[in-house]
């Protein structure tokens, strides 16, 4: 078991910046690929980055140039630091880890932190 608890979120101009943390417990940390996702109301839940256990990162391709995921094994902790915010950037964001297991796969979710890109 994973626990994710996020935050950081809020309310932002157009053009600002935010920084969400994301910190785990339970299990071992470093096995688990980390993602950040978001979903507003009546949308799928879509992938924002993620970085696996050796440090590759893929970002969707409307956040990348201005969104950074990274990563720190020794506090148990992933971020995503986002620059240049646009409105549609709206949204709740949600901490993920995701390990490949015998069976298929286990995957954890925190309960999300809310980012509003406004003016």
């Known amino acids: 078991q994973v626990q994710l608890v996020e935050s950081g979120g809020g309310l932002v101009q157009p053009g600002g910046s935010l920084r969400l943390s994301c910190a785990a417990s339970?299990?071992?940390?470093?096995?688990?690929?980390m993602g950040w996702y978001r979903q507003n109301p009546g949308k799928q839940r879509e992938l924002v980055a993620h970085?696996?256990?050796?440090?590759?990162?893929h970002y969707a391709t409307s956040v990348k140039g201005r969104f950074t995921i990274s990563r720190d094994n020794a506090k148990n902790a992933v971020y995503l630091q986002m620059v240049s915010l646009k409105p549609e950037d709206s949204g709740v964001y949600y901490c993920?880890?995701?390990?490949?297991?015998?069976?298929?796969?286990?995957?954890?979710w925190g309960r999300g932190t809310q980012v509003t890109v406004s003016s």
């Open positions: 993920n880890a995701l390990r490949p297991t015998s069976k298929g796969e286990e995957r954890f």
């Open positions: 339970g299990s071992i940390f470093s096995t688990y690929i």
């Open positions: 970085i696996t256990t050796g440090g590759s990162i």
